[in-house]
Nanobody, 115 residues
Framework: QVQLVESGGGLVQAGGSLRLSCAAS????????MGWYRQAPGKQRELVAI???????NYADSVKGRFTISRDNAKNTVYLQMNTLKPEDTGVYYC?????????WGQGTQVTVSS
């Protein structure tokens, strides 16, 4: 079992920045692919960014150049640095751990970007 706890969401004006954190329990964090997803009201959950155990990353086209995913294996934590935020970035952001024994989700953290 893995528990994921997100933090760092909030209300920010367009053009601002936020950094989300996702702390994971368990001793095999460094072996997990980790991802950030978001869900806007009335829309399906979508992939924002993903990072492999080898720190390879991939981003949704809509956030490339503005968001950066990173991980600190010593702290069992994955981060999402979000810059130049836009109102369309508003939503609940979820952390996901992709493991051999299944996929695990955090409870989500709300990000609201005002225009």
């Amino acid at each position: 079992q893995v528990q994921l706890v997100e933090s760092g969401g909030g209300l920010v004006q367009a053009g601002g920045s936020l950094r989300l954190s996702c702390a994971a329990s368990g001793s095999t964090f460094n072996m997990n692919t980790m991802g950030w997803y978001r869900q806007a009201p009335g829309k399906q959950r979508e992939l924002v960014a993903i990072i492999t155990p080898g720190a390879n990353t991939n981003y949704a086209d809509s956030v490339k150049g503005r968001f950066t995913i990173s991980r600190d294996n010593a702290k069992n934590t994955v981060y999402l640095q979000m810059n130049t935020l836009k109102p369309e970035d508003t939503g609940v952001y979820y952390c996901r751990a992709l493991r051999a024994d299944g996929n695990y989700w955090g409870q989500g953290t709300q990000v609201t970007v005002s225009s």
